[in-house]
């Protein structure tokens, strides 16, 4: 913990040394390089002088979770999934750090085995980024069979706002993944922005500055 | 802008504490909205005044590591489930500011089939949490990918919470249907890796050493 009267005494030990200039002082507190957080996008120069730079920014913890499968920023793809009146369908979204981490449980509706099976959709606005990628992706598994792979095509190869979970290919192990057989299905990704601009400064509660002159 | 000399002198002069007084002169440092770090639980009040909410808590870099002697068998901090699996030469578990990455190799007892090991029947093993540096709430589920010895069978598991433990159980296996190689006993190497993503309010203050705090006012 900063002794902060200890800190005051040094600061003014040495005012023979260093002058009386306010930058003398800010350069002893807080020289060039330092780092200063904030809590929101305000710039440390406004009250302490000297020139910061925005360098890093992370994201105020959300944990949201679905109820009956409902929640904001997720939409289910009702041809291929099941409603939750016939089956749970889950979803749990833990906002941290620099990264969404999605969790997803729901049930086949259609048979499985297509290709590009589409299950649903994560607008990643409605949690504070303006668009995201995803990674981390530990595929699509439905009850004895899995799916290696998603896509993430809204558009293709680029940050997009609209994330879409879709099985791009299944290796099957059973027969049983015909229509409405209410198969369990799940996954877990994760959504990274492509740069700091991506993440929303209403949704951020650490901001790093680094001064730099 | 402030006048640092003018402030340092007034704050010495009245021999106290900032804001013990007045919010003046923290308001001058550490305007309401700033974040200071700490490197324990305490509230930065009890030094500067004012009100200060913890946001978030990150934890100190640790791991258990073993090449030869598993972390789980050593440390305790993973057990593996001896009914199905057999410990192999490889168990890694280390704990970075904001995840947990857990790295676990194992053999197989049972046969790897998706008759054998399903829907959660088969568990791999389970975290000490405490040891980890979490609580025993606020598990975070997440799904990983198993590779078995050859790439000829894949599974898939779940890492969650189980009443008061931790499980990491085999959700299914999938295979090429014509492989014989991984039936009971064979001692198999399994592999598995994944990430965990505790919510800040999880992380056991012992287990932390930056706590950010933010001045609400």
């Known amino acids: ?213 | 802008m402030i006048n640092l000399k003018q402030l340092l002198l007034k704050l010495l002069q009245r021999n106290q504490k900032i804001g013990e007084s007045s919010n003046s002169y923290l308001n001058q440092i550490y305007p309401i909205n700033s974040v200071v770090i700490t490197n324990n639980n305490n509230n930065p009040s009890t030094i500067y005044g004012g009100t200060w909410t913890l946001i978030h808590k990150d934890f100190s870099i640790t791991s258990w590591e073993d090449g030869t002697s598993p972390a789980s068998q050593t440390d305790t901090v993973f057990t593996f489930n001896s009914t199905y699996w057999t410990p192999a030469n490889y168990c890694a578990i280390i704990r970075c500011p904001n995840f947990i990455m857990v790295r676990l190799q194992c053999q197989n007892k049972l046969a790897l089939s998706n008759t054998n090991m399903k829907d959660n029947t088969v568990q791999i093993g389970s975290f000490n949490l405490s040891r980890l540096g979490i609580t025993e709430d606020g598990g975070f589920s997440q799904m990983f990918v198993i590779g078995a010895d050859g790439l000829n069978m894949t599974g898939m598991g779940r890492f969650r919470k189980n009443g008061n433990t931790w499980d990491v159980c085999v959700d299914d296996w999938v295979g090429n249907g014509t492989v014989t190689a991984y039936t009971s006993g064979t001692g198999s190497n399994c592999y598995l890796t994944f990430y965990i993503y505790p919510r800040f309010e999880y992380k056991l203050d012992s287990a932390c050493d930056k706590f950010y705090w933010k001045r609400t006012a």
């Not at chain 1, 993944?177 to 949704?203: C, H, K, Q, R, W």
Request: negative net charge; glycine residues 8%; aromatic residues 10%.
């Open chain 1, 1 to 213: 913990m900063i002794n902060l009267k200890k800190l005051l005494l040094k600061l003014l030990q040495k005012e023979t040394i260093i002058g009386e200039s306010n930058e003398s002082y800010l350069n002893l507190m807080y020289p060039i390089g330092s780092e200063f957080i904030t809590a929101t996008n305000m710039n440390p120069g406004t009250w302490l002088g000297g020139t910061w730079t925005l360098v890093d920014k992370q994201f105020s913890q959300l944990y949201a979770a679905s109820n009956e499968g409902v929640l904001t920023g997720i939409t289910w793809d009702s041809t291929n999934v099941q409603p939750h009146a016939t089956n749970a369908r889950n979803i749990t979204v833990l906002r941290t750090g620099h990264t969404l981490k999605v969790y997803a449980v729901w049930y086949n509706k259609v048979a499985i085995g297509e290709d590009d099976f589409h299950c649903f959709d994560l607008d990643t606005t409605a949690f504070g980024m303006s668009s995201g990628r995803i990674c981390g992706q530990q595929g699509i598994e439905a009850d004895g069979l899995a799916a290696i792979g998603m896509s993430h095509d809204t558009p293709a190869y680029s940050p997009s706002a609209t994330i879409s979970c879709t099985a791009e290919d299944w290796v099957t192990y059973g027969t049983s993944y015909s229509a409405n057989t209410g198969s369990g299905m799940i996954t877990s990704f994760e959504v990274v922005p492509g740069s700091l601009s991506a993440m929303n400064d209403s949704a951020c509660d650490r901001f790093y500055w680094k001064r730099t002159a």
